[in-house]
């Protein structure tokens, strides 16, 4: 089955710099990469997706950019804020609504 | 977005009773729903898939006689932990997909403490 797996498993940067979290799969019938965001004691939220045929995908600070060749996909957060501290999830599924398969999470920390 | 409401938000039970965790999604029927479990500082990992109507299916090492859940409606979800024990102990979330929606929607979590 698929595995996904999630580096690093914490993240400690300044306001205003960025972030990086990477992530790679390993069932080549994958085909949708979301990102959660979750808050401690409180569901995971959907921050941005991406799907196998595109490369690259964009909202606001948040970016994510994924190589199929390579297995891998990551999230990129560009001026962070403080609010931006949580913990990262990455996921990958077969699309169609079958389940996500998650990484470890990374937890980002943003100190002022 | 899509709204999925999970209830309760945090449960309480003594150990050896059965506890019973519902999922709805509110603004769309969701034909398939799933059931995540995550121990602190881990990862949600997939417990078992859950179609409006039919038997759900359980991952790997999870026990179905003890993890029931019911899909009786394209808007419910049951999970109930039967004779729970402190082990099970732990954050439990659904996720909603509906036949016209891409993404999955997640509830809020139940937080289950088994004293």
């Known amino acids: 089955g698929e595995n996904v797996e999630q580096h690093p498993s914490t993240l400690s940067v300044q306001e205003g710099d960025s972030a990086v979290i990477k992530c790679t799969y390993s069932?080549?019938?994958?085909?949708?990469f979301p990102w959660y965001k979750q808050e401690l004691g409180k569901g995971p939220q959907l921050i941005i997706d991406?799907?196998?045929?595109?490369g690259e995908k964009k909202d606001q600070r948040i970016a994510v950019t994924l190589n199929k060749t390579a297995k891998h996909f990551s999230l990129h957060i560009t001026e962070t804020q403080p609010e931006d501290s949580a913990v990262y999830f990455c996921?990958?599924?077969?699309?169609?609504?079958?389940?996500?398969?998650f990484g470890k999470g990374t937890t980002l920390s943003v100190s002022s | 977005g899509a709204v999925v409401s999970q209830h309760p938000s945090w449960v309480i039970c003594k150990s050896g009773t059965s506890v019973k965790i519902e999922c709805r999604s509110l603004?769309?029927?969701?034909?398939?729903m799933f059931w995540y479990r995550q121990f602190p500082k881990q990862s949600l990992m997939l417990m078992a898939t859950?179609?409006?109507?039919?038997?759900?299916?359980?991952e790997q090492g999870v026990e179905k006689d003890k993890f029931l859940i019911n899909h009786a409606s394209l808007t419910l979800s049951t999970l109930t932990v039967t004779s729970a024990h402190p082990e099970d102990s732990s954050f439990y979330i659904c996720?909603?997909?509906?036949?016209?929606?891409?993404?999955?929607?997640f509830g809020q979590g139940t937080r289950l403490t088994v004293v």
């Open positions: 996720s909603a997909h509906g036949t016209l929606l891409t993404e999955a929607f």
């Open positions: 069932d080549s019938a994958s085909n949708y």
């Open positions: 991406i799907r196998s045929n595109v």
């Open positions: 996921a990958a599924s077969m699309g169609g609504g079958t389940a996500l398969i």
């Open positions: 603004d769309f029927q969701a034909t398939t």
């Open positions: 859950s179609n409006e109507g039919s038997k759900a299916t359980y």
